[in-house]
């Protein structure tokens, strides 16, 4: 019998690295198709970026979730004063 090679796709989460399944990992034939899957999984999360979150909420969680965020806005607002009561130029 020949040696075949056979490429799949799994989901692991990206906060801790848990498969999308307790008991066995999940193979499927496409990126598209473990996307689904995992969206159809209770409590797991898949970004338009990529990333996946399993259930879990903790700090290595909330990382991933951190890292996902835009920026804070600046936003200057003329006359306003900064915290030691000076007015920003």
């Not at 970026?49 to 996902?68: F, K």
Request: charged share 30%; glycine share 8%; hydrophobic share 35%.
């Amino acid at each position: 019998m020949p040696f075949m090679t056979h490429s799949c796709v799994a989901v692991r989460c990206d906060g801790c690295g848990n498969d999308l399944d307790d008991e066995y990992v999940v193979h499927c034939a496409t990126e598209d198709e473990a996307r689904g899957l995992a969206r159809s999984a209770a409590g797991w999360r898949v970004f338009s970026t990529g990333e996946v979150l399993c259930p879990e909420r903790d700090a290595d969680h909330q990382v991933v979730i951190d890292r996902l965020m835009p920026p804070e806005p600046q936003i200057p607002i003329t006359g306003q004063l900064t915290i030691d009561g000076e007015e920003e130029k």
